[in-house]
């Protein structure tokens, strides 16, 4: 497989990942803050395997990476990723995550990872 087809077969594979509307969301969310899985379970109303599977597959991928804190796993876009420019232009398309934030925030939910 020569170079150039794989490197069109990996975008592909990050613009499907994309393709999804929970994910799309959630790295929506991971451009504005760092998340746990905990916050994106409240938020999606999602079993934490469910949201787990997400992120592994992103994380796959490289759009995300994440970091041991204690006994979280704090998620956060890995900005040195090859695609995290056609990412970041793809984020611009939909609306702002910050109101999923302030909704955590009311609910007392945000700093539970903390």
């Not at 395997?49 to 796959?60: E, G, N, T």
């Not at 056609?86 to 903390?114: A, H, T």
Request: proline residues 2%; hydrophobic residues 40%.
């Amino acid at each position: 497989m020569s170079s150039e087809q794989l490197e069109l077969d990996r975008a592909a594979i990050v613009l499907k990942l994309l393709g999804d509307k929970t994910r799309l969301s959630m790295v929506g969310m991971l451009m504005i803050h760092d998340c746990c899985v905990c916050e994106f379970v409240d938020v999606f109303n999602m079993s934490q395997p469910a949201i787990s599977q997400h992120l592994r597959k992103l994380k796959d991928a490289g759009v995300v990476k994440e970091q041991r804190k204690g006994q979280w796993v704090i998620y956060s876009l890995d900005q040195q990723n090859k695609y995290f420019s056609m990412v970041s232009d793809i984020l611009k398309y939909i609306p702002n995550q910050e109101e999923k934030f302030i909704w955590l925030e009311k609910q007392g939910l945000r700093i539970s990872c903390e």
